[in-house]
């Protein structure tokens, strides 16, 4: 059994399928961070200095009554919210991480698509009697003035 799951783990598509998660995950947190750090504070400030993470419906007040001034806030009071500001960065992320893996895919596909065009037919062949390259419609060489069939 030990030597079956060892074939299984070193096989290439599972080394391939590993190192494809790992970067996946790597990815997202630069997604996280694109969204949270970059995208997210211009809409805030077109939408009035707006925090997309502050942005939250307090279903139970905590140990401190409501209002609270941030997400942070009604956690610390232990009040149970809908992190609707929260779900909509995640959304955000989702759409960037979409994207990319469609245009990842898009490309792959033209490459493989490019790879699986037949080659072009040739222009040239060699006279049978003489064995000099002539033109492929020739009906009779040029250099020897056999005719070709």
């Known amino acids: 059994m030990f030597k079956e799951f060892k074939e299984f783990?070193?096989?290439g598509n599972v080394i391939d399928m590993a190192v494809g998660i790992i970067i996946g995950a790597a990815?997202?947190?630069i997604?996280?961070?694109?969204?949270?750090?970059?995208?997210?504070?211009?809409i805030g400030v077109l939408l009035g200095n707006m925090d997309f993470t502050n942005l939250f419906l307090v279903v139970?007040?905590?140990?401190?009554?409501?209002?609270y001034a941030s997400l942070t806030d009604a956690k610390?009071?232990?009040?149970?919210?809908?992190?609707?500001?929260l779900f909509i960065n995640t959304i955000i992320s989702f759409v960037i991480?979409?994207?990319?893996?469609?245009l990842l895919v898009k490309n792959i596909n033209r490459l493989k698509r490019q790879a699986e065009e037949p080659p072009a037919l040739p222009l040239t062949k060699e006279c049978p009697f003489c064995?000099?390259?002539?033109?492929i419609k020739a009906v009779r060489c040029p250099h020897c003035t056999s005719e070709i069939k």
């Open 60 to 67: 139970r007040e905590g140990k401190v009554p409501a209002p």
């Open 97 to 102: 991480v979409s994207f990319s893996v469609f």
């Open 9 to 11: 783990a070193v096989k």
């Open 76 to 85: 610390a009071a232990g009040a149970a919210t809908i992190n609707f500001g």
């Open 27 to 29: 990815f997202g947190t």
């Open 31 to 42: 997604v996280t961070s694109l969204v949270n750090d970059i995208i997210m504070p211009p």
């Open 131 to 135: 064995l000099s390259v002539i033109p």
